[in-house]
């Protein structure tokens, strides 16, 4: 089994920052694509970025230039720098991590979400 632990959500004003973090651990080989997404009421789960193993990031338009995908691969940890939040960056964010597993599988494994609230 593989668990993804969430940490750094919160409530914060109008371009301010936040860092979340996600941190991988159990029967693990190998991590592929680790990203982030998020969920806003009523509305679907998007991707909000993406970081190879190799360290080959994406990010949707929306968040160009304000977030930072990053990983540390000794701790299997995944981090999302957020700065210049706006109201519409308020969502549940979940970590994901495509796993190979040391029983030879490669599974899809989420966080179990962090709430992130941006104030006007």
């Known amino acids: 089994q593989v668990q993804l632990v969430e940490s750094g959500g919160g409530l914060v004003q109008a371009g301010g920052s936040l860092r979340l973090s996600c941190a991988a651990s159990?029967?693990?080989?190998?991590?592929?694509?680790m990203g982030w997404y998020r969920q806003a009421p009523g509305k679907q789960r998007d991707l909000v970025a993406f970081i190879t193993g190799n360290g080959r990031t994406n990010y949707a338009d929306s968040v160009k230039g304000r977030f930072t995908i990053s990983r540390d691969n000794a701790k299997n940890t995944v981090y999302l720098q957020m700065n210049s939040l706006k109201p519409e960056d308020t969502a549940v964010y979940y970590c994901?991590?495509?796993?190979?597993?040391?029983?030879?599988?490669?599974?899809?494994?989420w966080g179990q979400g962090a709430q992130v609230t941006v104030s006007s």
């Open positions: 159990g029967r693990i080989f190998s991590i592929n694509r």
């Open positions: 994901y991590a495509d796993v190979t597993t040391t029983g030879w599988s490669t599974v899809g494994y």
